[in-house]
């Protein structure tokens, strides 16, 4: 019960109590008078009667002293008139027919008033003739008191009608501050330090408001301080200090995650750019021109690149910088390349008329990467064959060893035709991995991964080769809803809850959100169950529609997940404001996580940043038990991997297992 709720109810028991006491006194007094009035009433009649029977009485006329009792007026005051003479015989004895009385018996009971006589004597002179007795009814005295409680009954509920809406406006006035404490406390522990601005006049609770926004600025400022650490931890440790790009350890822990994903092979593009002879033009121009001929080099390829985010520019040493871009169709991916040579090729120094300056590119393409350092090799191998060149120069690692363009099967690929082939014959495929838990190892939730027939007999293209066609076919929202749709149908009965990774496209649309809402309503136990994955990337690109679309899985009991985190090189304060049910950390942190020590206190740092909001944190690309055995040492809620469990399709899964 809330305390407005506490003091209200105190406040109407106490009137309560204090018209109980009134109204008890008010009785009692009332009783009091009314036994009072009967008694006199009594004596007053029996005396009257007494004189108007003096002479009837002297001569014993019966007929007479009757006639006088029936001139008695009978308003139901009395119940028995009697006289008796003076050798005690009854001569005259008169019942009346009371009042009948409204009043409840536990009423009658309670008050239970006497029943008076009046007794009056009839003589003669001096000589007395009989004594006759009056006997009083309560009905009337019954009735009065009755009406009397009922009327201050009446005024009672009038006045505290009113009584307890003043009470409900100026309780509520009073405990105003009390709710926004309320308010803020709980945005607290959302991770949302916010400050009261208005001062309550009260004495104690302004103290107490004053206490609260002290604690709220401190913990503001520590948790502002844990961010940045952990911040600042990424970006010593993964960052390039020159640059601003992607270290050599970051660069192959990215190419070395993409290879092993667990959900299936990606399509990748890798080049290495090469500034030659950086020495001599360290020795002159200076060191400071040498570094602004980097750092020039480096804004030029994270410019050209803008439209890919899926794209990790890294400064790998010295004078060679890396570029790798995953699911990327093979002519797109040799368009970019030829792109951004031409770009680098645009920068010069100082001394560019007296010593050009020269940068090599080396190229390879795979359309299913398996091992990262082979395909570093192919383009490393291609950038050394340029050692003699004295110009800027790129190739392909396919021209070099003489072999034949990849991915001629993909390439020949119609893929507008392809995406709304997929979309019109609903030709899609769904396999589910399980996510364990990491005190028990019991299975949490299942991850859905999508993957499409092709011409071929083989396994399908995975979801990551074919989502940047449905991007460009503007296609993807409506493959949201094919992929939700039929795992709607096929996960009924379930129990287990579900995760799907959602399209950026379908973020950003309103007709998604508009969908997704009726959807949702329409499937409420699928609902439940549901939660809605995107990688950190696209909460820099679309955080406004993210925040909408997590208010319409709130309302039917779904919930929203970040996949790949950790990858950004931007603060993390958004997890203080977005409810989130899970963090899933990039599968670049796990692998081989028990001998990299900067992982191991990444992590651990999140979590223990995570555990304050009570947000899970779970690790993917677990394939050992040594790195298993590290993540769970650190404190992480679960994992995935293939250690754990490989994907399947869903209807391969029994009943009883999901």
């Avoid at 009257?48 to 007479?64: E, G, K």
């Amino acid at each position: 019960m809330t305390l407005f709720r506490q003091l209200l109810s105190a406040i109407l028991a106490a009137m309560l109590l204090l018209y109980i006491g009134n109204i008890a006194v008010g009785l009692s007094n009332a009783k009091s008078l009314v036994e009072h009035q009967m008694r006199t009433h009594t004596e007053d009649t029996a005396t009257f009667i007494a004189l108007s029977m003096t002479q009837a009485a002297h001569s014993q006329d019966v007929p007479a002293l009757n006639k006088t009792l029936r001139g008695v007026s009978d308003k139901g005051f009395y119940q028995r008139i009697y006289f008796r003479d003076i050798d005690d015989n009854l001569l005259i004895d008169r019942d009346f027919v009371g009042a009948n009385h409204s009043a409840p018996q536990w009423f009658v009971g309670l008050l239970a008033l006497p029943t008076y006589e009046g007794v009056a004597e009839v003589s003669s002179g001096w000589t007395k003739l009989g004594t006759l007795v009056v006997v009083s009814h309560p009905g009337h005295a019954y009735n009065d008191l009755w009406h009397l409680a009922l009327e201050q009954f009446a005024w009672f509920a009038v006045v505290s009608a009113g009584v307890a809406l003043l009470l409900w406006l100026a309780i509520g006035y009073l405990l105003a501050p009390l709710r926004a404490l309320e308010s803020q406390v709980a945005s607290i522990g959302r991770q949302e330090f916010v400050e009261q601005p208005d001062i309550p006049r009260t004495r104690e609770l302004a103290n107490l408001v004053w206490a609260m926004n002290h604690m709220s600025l401190q913990l503001k400022s520590l948790f502002t301080s844990q961010l940045d650490l952990i911040t600042n931890l990424r970006l010593q440790t993964h960052t390039d200090s020159l640059t601003g790009l992607s270290n050599r350890a970051d660069f192959d822990a990215r190419l070395n995650s993409i290879a092993g994903d667990d959900s299936g092979r990606h399509a990748a593009a890798l080049m290495i750019f090469a500034v030659q002879e950086l020495g001599e033009i360290n020795q002159l121009g200076g060191r400071v021109e040498g570094n602004n001929i980097l750092i020039a080099l480096a804004n030029c390829l994270k410019a050209s690149l803008g439209d890919y985010p899926q794209a990790v520019v890294a400064r790998r040493q010295g004078c060679e910088f890396a570029v790798l871009i995953s699911d990327i169709p093979p002519e797109e991916a040799e368009r970019l390349a030829l792109g951004l040579h031409d770009a680098a090729s645009q920068l010069s120094w100082l001394g560019q008329h007296e010593h050009p300056l020269v940068i090599h590119m080396g190229f390879t393409y795979s359309d299913s990467v398996s091992n990262g350092p082979e395909l570093l090799s192919e383009a490393d191998m291609v950038l050394r064959s340029f050692t003699q060149y004295k110009l800027s120069e790129w190739a392909r690692f396919a021209d070099i060893v003489g072999a034949e363009a990849p991915l001629v099967s993909i390439s020949a690929i119609d893929w507008q035709a392809f995406c709304e082939q997929t979309i019109a014959e609903r030709k899609i495929q769904l396999n589910i991995q399980a996510i364990f838990s990491a005190t028990d190892r019991e299975i949490l939730a299942y991850e859905v991964f999508s993957r499409f027939p092709d011409a071929s007999d083989g396994p399908g293209l995975a979801s990551q080769i074919v989502m940047p066609a449905f991007e460009r076919a503007g296609l993807a929202p409506e493959l949201d809803q094919l992929v939700l749709t039929e795992l709607c149908e096929k996960w009924r009965g379930r129990v287990h809850p579900l995760s799907v990774n959602i399209c950026l496209s379908s973020l950003k649309s309103a007709e998604f959100h508009c969908w997704m809402d009726e959807f949702l309503e329409q499937n409420p136990l699928f609902a439940k169950l549901l939660t809605c994955e995107f990688s950190e990337r696209m909460l820099r690109l679309a955080e406004h529609d993210i925040r909408l679309f997590e208010a319409i899985l709130a309302g039917h009991g779904s919930g929203l997940a970040i996949d790949g985190f950790g990858l950004g090189t931007s603060g993390f304060g958004y997890l203080g404001s977005l409810p989130l049910r899970y963090l899933k950390v990039d599968r670049s942190f796990s692998r081989n996580i028990h001998a990299v020590k900067d992982n191991q206190f990444y992590i651990k740092a999140l979590v223990q940043l995570a555990e304050a909001q009570a947000l899970p944190i779970i690790a993917v690309g677990v394939e050992s038990q040594v790195d298993w055995d590290s993540l769970i040492s650190l404190g992480i809620a679960g994992g995935q991997g293939y250690l754990l469990g490989r994907p399947q399709l869903i209807h391969q899964l029994s009943q009883s297992t999901i």
